[in-house]
T-cell receptor, first 107, second 109 residues
Framework: DVKVTQSSRYLVKRTGEKVFLECVQD?????MFWYRQDPGLGLRLIYF???????EKGDIPEGYSVSREKKERFSLILESASTNQTSMYLC??????FGPGTRLTVT | AQRVTQPEKLLSVFKGAPVELKCNYS??????LFWYVQYSRQRLQLLLR?????SIKGFTADLNKGETSFHLKKPFAQEEDSAMYYC???????????WGAGTKLIIKP
C-alpha cells in the first residue's frame, strides 16, 4: 500500500519559533513537493525536490526552506514562524500521492 | 502567463442532475492537465488525467485546445461526489503543477 506520511496532523506554534514539518514516502519517488493549501487560493507550491540534496523554489518560497538528505524524506522548515504562515501544508510524492496534511496554526 | 482558472468557487446541483466543473487554462505549448479531488477529511487524490482519456467514477474530461478548457463532466451526479475539485496543469519545463483555486461541489439529495 502506497504511503505518504507527514509528521503531524495538527501543530500550534508561536510567532518566531522554528518549525519542522516532515514528509516520508515509501515509493522510491524522486520528485517530492511541499504545498500550502488555503481556501480560495488552491494549492501553491513552496518548494520541490527532484533528487536527494536537490531542490527548487516554487511560487511562494519566502520564509521557508527545505531539506532532502535521504530520498524518502523531505522536510519543510519555517525559520521563524509568522501568523501569515498559518495554513494547511500538503506534501506530495510524484504527481499522484499526497500526504494527509498538517494544519499549522501560528499564534 | 501560465494559469489555471476555475471560475466557480461553489457548485450545487441535485442528485441525478448533470455536473460540469469548469477549468480554463493559459499555457504556451502542449498542456498536460489533471483533475484532483478531495473528499471531506480525506487526502487529495488524482481523479483523472487528460492523456489517459479515461472515465473515473463516471467522470470524464476532454481537453479542448481551441477553447483552452478541460471541463470535468458527469451525466448523473451522486451524493458521494460532493467534494472539492481542483484542476491542474503540468509545466513541461520542470514538471511542476499549476493549480486552480478549486471548486466545491455539493450534491443535494
Amino acid at each position: 500500500d502506497v504511503k505518504v506520511t507527514q509528521s503531524s496532523r495538527y501543530l500550534v506554534k508561536r510567532t518566531g519559533e522554528k518549525v519542522f514539518l516532515e514528509c516520508v514516502q515509501d515509493m522510491d519517488h524522486e520528485n517530492m513537493f511541499w504545498y500550502r493549501q488555503d481556501p480560495g487560493l488552491g494549492l501553491r507550491l513552496i518548494y520541490f525536490s527532484y533528487d536527494v540534496k536537490m531542490k527548487e523554489k516554487g511560487d511562494i518560497p519566502e520564509g521557508y526552506s527545505v531539506s532532502r538528505e535521504k530520498k524518502e524524506r523531505f522536510s519543510l522548515i519555517l525559520e521563524s514562524a509568522s501568523t501569515n504562515q498559518t495554513s494547511m501544508y500538503l506534501c506530495a510524492s510524484g504527481e499522484q500521492y499526497f500526504g494527509p496534511g498538517t494544519r499549522l496554526t501560528v499564534t | 502567463a501560465q494559469r489555471v482558472t476555475q471560475p466557480e468557487k461553489l457548485l450545487s446541483v441535485f442528485k441525478g442532475a448533470p455536473v460540469e466543473l469548469k477549468c480554463n487554462y493559459s499555457y504556451s505549448g502542449s498542456p498536460e492537465l489533471f483533475w484532483y479531488v478531495q473528499y471531506s477529511r480525506q487526502r487529495l487524490q488524482l481523479l483523472l488525467r487528460h492523456i489517459s482519456r479515461e472515465s473515473i467514477k463516471g467522470f470524464t474530461a476532454d481537453l479542448n485546445k481551441g477553447e483552452t478548457s478541460f471541463h470535468l463532466k458527469k451525466p448523473f451526479a451522486q451524493e458521494e461526489d460532493s467534494a472539492m475539485y481542483y484542476c491542474a496543469l503540468r509545466r513541461h519545463s520542470n514538471y511542476q503543477l499549476i493549480w486552480g483555486a478549486g471548486t466545491k461541489l455539493i450534491i443535494k439529495p
